[in-house]
């Protein structure tokens, strides 16, 4: 099949319907002659877990990867140590689409949440665009973002702080899931993660009680007041938390500091920031009647998922249509209770976050090292890159997403979500070195 012969230009004259089949396949066919490449850096990542914000192994091993691809690469991007860029342009002034890789574990159990998937599946979508791109002459741009810390440190919201996002028409990226063959478009829930820090006096336990301030107490006090709680909140919100013990606590020494880590969850930040107030009471209760002093810090903050419309009917179009006959199950819009900083992403510009099913994952518990996880990681890569690739080669669809994604925004008055809640958290926030 011949390629069309168009000049790299800004002007979006490239029609969609022109080329669509012809870039599909070319981005199919990238994607998966770099299979075994993308298999070999995703089972590296996964062998060498890393908690957020000490993903240097991933971040090297990823950056050398696409580099290998004819990528800019931009090592330690954005003043983060373990942030990067990856940048592929064909000709100029065409629309820029962005991606995102994912490279944090979680505490204890490793990679189990598949971000090893994601992060090549980031790789995967940049690469099969750029192929593409290249392929039909097409002018446009490409960024993947390799973003730090989502589980609980909120990597991608410093990166917007720090204008990484800035000049993309729309970014996509994509998380595994439980289920089976197929993948869906989902919104997530927002979250405020709260750090508490009770302070008392030591004091020996059986010999001058009285002269000790039970921070431990506190800690207690505000976790039964939590959940107390719990029991008048809407069923679809979600608070929940650990006591953080001390290797210096003693049966005999009352505790001089205690800490509290909680999650407060809701479906949206409107009803987050309803009921931040009354966790944050919780906490302050506990620290009077204990006679402690308290401090609060806020580990992150992410916003609910807000996936844009026009994407979304772009990606269960092709999914259906390219898989569709093989039973590739796509399914319509899902709400999840998890959280996620792209959340926040898709606040600021036009985004899609789709989750793919994983074959025979059961019980919550994900086979990211399976060879039928990595096929599954590659189609809904496919997928997006296809829809990110229509950004770039079709103007109509490109100003339609942006118009979508507008209208979205105005709906929910994002501005404001966002300004009451920078409001609200100001005063626990600490800012990150």
Request: aromatic share 6%.
């Amino acid at each position: 099949m011949s390629s069309p012969k168009t000049t790299p230009s800004s002007t979006g004259s490239t029609q969609w319907s022109t080329v669509s089949s012809q870039v599909a396949q070319s981005i199919e066919q990238a994607i998966q002659e770099a299979s075994d490449k993308l298999r070999a850096v995703s089972l590296d990542i996964h062998s060498h877990p890393e908690l957020g914000w000490e993903e240097h192994h991933a971040h090297d091993a990823l950056t050398e990867f696409m580099e290998k691809q004819g990528f800019q690469v931009e090592r330690h991007a954005y003043g983060m140590d373990t942030a990067w860029k990856a940048t592929y342009e064909v000709g100029q002034g065409g629309r820029t689409i962005g991606f995102n890789s994912e490279m944090d574990a979680l505490m204890g159990i490793g990679h189990a949440c598949g971000h090893n998937l994601i992060a090549i599946s980031g790789c995967a979508a940049a690469l099969g665009v750029a192929a593409a791109l290249k392929k039909h002459n097409i002018a446009g741009k490409i960024v993947l973002l390799g973003t730090p810390a989502e589980e609980g440190g909120g990597g991608k919201t410093e990166l917007l702080a720090r204008d990484a996002y800035k000049g993309m028409d729309a970014c996509l990226m994509i998380h595994p899931g439980t289920g089976g063959n197929g993948s869906g478009s989902v919104t997530s829930t927002s979250i405020v993660g709260f750090t508490v820090t009770y302070k008392g006096k030591s004091a020996h336990a059986g010999g001058a009680p009285e002269k000790g301030i039970n921070a431990l107490d506190a800690a207690v006090a505000a976790y039964v007041n939590i959940s107390v709680l719990r029991q008048q909140v809407p069923g679809t919100n979600r608070i929940h938390g650990v006591i953080a013990g001390s290797e210096n606590w003693s049966a005999n020494v009352i505790p001089g500091e205690a800490q509290l880590k909680y999650g407060v969850r809701a479906p949206t930040a409107r009803e987050v920031m309803d009921l931040v107030p009354r966790v944050l009471n919780c906490f302050k209760a506990a620290a009077l009647s204990s006679g402690c002093t308290h401090e609060i810090t806020i580990s992150h903050a992410y916003l609910d998922l807000q996936p844009c419309t026009t994407l979304e009917t772009a990606y269960q179009e092709f999914c259906k249509e390219r898989w569709g006959s093989e039973g590739y199950d796509v399914s319509d819009r899902t709400s999840i209770s998890a959280s996620t900083d792209f959340g926040d992403v898709t606040y600021h510009l036009p985004g899609l976050h789709p989750m793919f099913h994983l074959p025979n994952a059961h019980g919550g518990e994900f086979p990211p090292k399976a060879p039928e996880a990595h096929q599954a990681a590659l189609k809904a890569a496919t997928g997006i890159a296809v829809v990110g690739a229509r950004i770039v080669v079709d103007g109509d669809f490109a100003q339609e997403t942006r118009k979508t994604w507008e209208k979205q925004m105005t709906d929910i008055e994002s501005e404001k979500v966002i300004a009451n809640l920078k409001d609200l958290l100001a005063p626990y926030r600490k800012q990150r070195e």
